[in-house]
Each structure stands twice: as C-alpha cells, then as structure tokens.
C-alpha cells in the first residue's frame, strides 16, 4: 500500500473594478463654509459629516470551493475575486435620532459563494444602513445590564440608477421625477424602502415587548450629488439632511 496526498491552493480569479455608475449619489462633500445637518423635521438642526476612515479597502469575494481528501491530507481550497469598497460614516455633534452607515461595493456578497460567470455583469452597489436610537424613559433590562436606550438597523441597497423601478422580497426602489419633502422641492430622487411594515426581528422583540413604542427607519429618499436626504420610520418621524 503506498501512501498519497491531494492538494490545492486558494485561486484569485482577478479583480472585480467598480464601474463608478453610483459615485455621484455617494455623500457629496459641503462646498467651503458649508456643512452637512440632520435633524428631525421641525426641531432644530445638529451639525453632521461624513467620514472615511479607512479610505479604500480590500475584500475578498468566494465563487466556489473545491473539497480534497487525500489520505492523511484532508483540505478544502477556493476560488475568490477580490474588490474594493469605501465605508462612510455619519458623526453628530451631540445625540442624534438617526446614525447613518454608507458602504460602496460590489453586488456581491463576502460572507458566501457567489454565482459569477462573467466578473463584467457584477454592478456596483450603495449599501444604506440606517439605525434609530430609542430612547427609553426609564431603563429597561437588556441581557444584564439595564439600558436607557436601543438602537435599531434597517439596511437599504440602492442599485443600477438607470432602471426606474427595483423590487426585491424585503425592499423596492422606485424613481421620482419630483417630489416635496418638509417643504422642500427635490427632483429626480430615488425612493427605497421596506415592503414589510411592522416587521420586527426576533432580537428586538424582547425589547419591543418591553418599550411597545420601538421605531425603526421604514424608508430614505437618495438624491444625486448629496445622498441620502430624508428617512422616514415606522412610527412616522421624519429625519432631514441638509447643507448649510
């Protein structure tokens, strides 16, 4: 009997390059003398900005994995693209209602193997992720600590600006020649938001049960040349962005 051995190395199969079809609804950054504000419709505005801290990152995207076991050899290798992607952050002078997270990506996920035949029909994407700080008027027991406030995350992708009209199973993004928003009239704006209302995970449930008035961001609107400009929740607060 003769012993043998397989084995593999992990293979890069290139690198999938943004097209730069979304840069331009990326944080557009305040011309001199001007900053970015948020604030909730009505009430006054806090001072905001966007920051890259990372600047470009690199990440790896799976295709496939190839299992071997040779005798005494055992081992698994993979197939990967790799990509870049930038990572905004919103800071607020002081508390603010609503935290905003920007990821520009690939369409495609790291975390599992993805179907890619050609790398050249892999789009860019904005990814939005919103959260809503509640804040409680007496602590509540989260875990083993008590808490005055919760914040919950609703994420939003915005994807392919030149098709009016996006529905997925848990959002759908529609294109608005023009709309009014807090008095305000805005043109071409990309309206995204969840298909599901009133839909709360299986971790907030318990604090749910506990605070019966826990909101979380139900839609945004996206605007070329600036962003995000106005979120809405599920409880009906209304949340501003501006340059002033």
């Keep these: ?5 397989c084995g593999c190395e992990d293979e890069n199969l290139g690198k999938l390059d943004f097209t730069n079809e979304l840069v331009s609804f990326l944080p557009a950054q305040p011309v001199e003398g001007k900053s970015y504000y948020i604030a909730v419709a009505g009430g006054a505005n806090q001072k905001m900005k966007y920051v890259n801290t990372a600047g470009l990152t690199h990440v790896e995207i799976p295709v496939r994995k190839t299992n071997y076991s040779g005798k005494f050899d055992p081992n698994s290798c993979k197939e990967f693209f790799t990509a870049d992607q930038k990572v905004y952050t919103s800071q607020t002078e002081g508390e603010s209602l609503a935290s905003i997270s920007i990821t520009y990506r690939k369409n495609a996920s790291t975390e599992r193997f993805n179907n890619i035949t050609d790398k050249d029909d892999v789009g860019d994407v904005i990814e939005f992720v919103v959260g809503y700080n509640n804040k409680f008027p007496e602590p509540i027991l989260i875990g083993t600590s008590n808490s005055n406030n919760y914040i919950t995350n609703r994420t939003f992708l915005f994807a392919d600006a030149a098709k009016t009209t996006i529905d997925n199973y848990t959002y759908t993004q529609e294109f608005l020649p023009t709309l ?4 305000v009239q805005h043109d071409n704006v990309y309206h995204l938001y969840l298909n ?7 971790e907030e449930q318990y604090v749910q049960d506990r605070y019966p008035a826990l909101d979380y961001i139900e839609g945004i609107y996206v605007k070329e040349g600036f962003g995000i400009i106005y979120a809405y929740s599920f409880k009906d607060k209304q949340i501003v962005l501006s340059v002033n």
């Design 1 to 5: 009997m003769s012993l043998y051995a």
């Design 196 to 202: 599901q209302s009133n839909q709360y995970r299986p």
């Design 180 to 183: 009014t928003l807090d008095g």
